[in-house]
């Protein structure tokens, strides 16, 4: 079991450009969520899905879209990055039990 | 909006002594509580859980956290910590089986 993974580990962007990052798991869950992680600030949830073909806004949703298209992978979209948006991105997922298994990360940053 | 306080934000102990980390959370409905440890280089992961029963509950590593609804509160404790405990401690709430709320950590740093 390889759990939760997440590609890439790391990126720069230049504002305004866009990317997608992907969260894979392989543990059958039903949920998955979206985080972000800011010193200071803990983490904080962007979009989340309960389940394949749904997905559902967080508290920070704004500047970020997502898919939920099979549901062994939830995809975060950046359509038009800015500095703001410079953090580390945590991918996580459960069942029913509620335990969040968390991706390693990917560290973004936008020049 | 809901909301998890973490009063400290980094604390300093020396090997062997006891460790008290506050976690309060905001009311609203049913609450399920949670702490998870990031250690370096490392991904979260979980300590342990509260969902119903005893209020006292015991996770791994020796770890031991206590739900106090009338204070809104779910205390990490550790009576003898270890250079490795060393970590950031996340205290999260899910509210209503819906939305996890994470606090924004506590860095333990344990010297030996």
């Known amino acids: 079991n390889a759990g939760v993974t997440q590609t890439p580990k790391f990126r720069v962007l230049k504002t305004g450009q866009s990317m997608t990052l992907l969260c894979a798991q392989d543990m059958n869950h039903e949920y998955m969520y979206w985080y972000r992680q800011d010193p200071g600030m803990g983490l904080r949830l962007i979009h989340y899905s309960v389940g394949e073909g749904t997905t559902a806004k967080g508290e920070v949703p704004d500047g970020y879209n997502v898919s939920r298209l099979k549901k062994q992978n939830f995809l975060l979209g950046l359509e038009s990055a800015a500095p703001s948006q410079t953090s580390v991105y945590f991918c996580?997922?459960?069942?029913?039990?509620?335990?969040?298994?968390f991706g390693p990360g990917t560290r973004l940053t936008v020049t | 909006a809901q909301s998890v306080s973490q009063h400290n934000h980094h604390v300093i102990l020396s090997e062997a002594a006891s460790l008290e980390l506050g976690c309060n959370y905001s009311y609203g409905g049913t609450v399920n509580l949670f702490w998870y440890v990031q250690y370096p280089g490392q991904h979260l992961q979980l300590l342990l859980k509260?969902?119903?029963?005893?209020?006292l509950v015991k996770g791994i590593k020796g770890f031991e956290a206590e739900f106090i609804k009338s204070k809104f509160s779910f205390n990490l404790r550790k009576p003898s910590v270890q250079w490795s405990d060393t970590a950031e401690y996340f205290c999260a709430v899910l509210y209503n089986f819906n939305k996890f709320y994470f606090g924004s950590g506590t860095k333990l740093n344990v010297k030996p």
């Open positions: 996580a997922s459960h069942q029913d039990s509620y335990e969040q298994y």
């Open positions: 509260y969902f119903s029963g005893d209020p």
